[in-house]
């Protein structure tokens, strides 16, 4: 490694800290595959700038730095690159949370830009405010003056389609993260894929670095299909895939396009 270098993260919750001491303090935590900037070394220290646009700088411990993967699309998109696709949501909430959403695109081989703008235009049709959230009430999921998320118990349509085989499911696996995990099945199934307890834990999923895996495994297990429908513009096959129906389709189609014209060639 050397001054200038563009860096990789190569462990999960990693700290940036502000000196070069496992006692200073701690100014964030980056996951695997985040890029940095090599600024100066020293003994088990390097200095860096995070590579997220924040210009956060601060010190990694050199064992948990690599180099940036060659070709690595996603080490060119920049947060003001992703800020025309959110027109709406604050600045800060993308800066924290892409490089959550880029390591989870790492680490299921789906680091193109395709599939970049998928999983953007999935969150913004999902959860615009860039940050993983748990699903509120409404009328699709809880009835007029029933117990929240009563409409996704067991033996309802809802509860049914989705996995739920247990009194409590419902509220239990509610939607939530970057892409709005649901019900028991998805839950159970992506926890295993991705090496999370997320059924026993099901509020792992609002967690940054967990959500961004989530996101991209749920992207990766019909990866054929969706750049299928993307090759042929097909936006609402492509949003279908993901969210089963329509809900949320001129959210992503806008987040896609304006993308096309945002990221980087």
Known sequence: M?????????????????????DAQILTTCASGTLVTDLAEQTGWTQVTLADGSNTTGYIASQYLGPAPAGDYLGRVQPQNVFPMFPVTPHGNIVANLPFVEAGLRKCTLADR???????????AETAGFVPISEGQSQFNTPPG?????????????????GNTQAGDGARFKGRGYVQLTGRSNYTRIGAQIGVDLTGNPDLANDGATAGIILAQFLKNSEARIRAALAANDLATARKLVNGGSHGLDDFTAAYNAGLQSLPA
């Not at 200038?4 to 940036?16: F, R, Y």
């Not at 117990?147 to 049914?160: D, I, V, W």
């Open 114 to 124: 395709d599939m970049l703008l998928m999983a953007l235009g999935t969150i913004r």
């Open 146 to 162: 029933g117990p929240p998320f009563a409409l996704y118990e067991p033996g309802t349509s809802a509860g049914n389609r989705v």
């Open 2 to 22: 050397a001054v200038g270098d563009k860096l990789a993260v190569t462990g999960d919750g990693v700290h940036l800290r502000a000196q070069p001491s496992t």
